[in-house]
């Protein structure tokens, strides 16, 4: 089962590697969002707060 787990990860990364170098703006967005702290922290706090101010709640 972990192989097979481990091939369809290293399909999804190797099939998404093929988009690197293609487009510089491309680029420049995906690192903002794996360097950026607040990008990655606002929109789980973002989900978060969302989910605690509707009328339906999940909990």
Known sequence: ML???N???FGIV???NGFMGANDDFDYGVRLLI???LIKGGVLA???W???STD???F
């Open 50 to 52: 969302g989910t605690w």
């Open 56 to 58: 339906r709640h999940i």
């Open 3 to 5: 192989d097979l787990l």
């Open 35 to 37: 360097e950026l702290n």
């Open 7 to 9: 091939s369809i990860d």
């Open 46 to 48: 973002g989900l978060l």
């Open 14 to 16: 190797r099939w998404l």
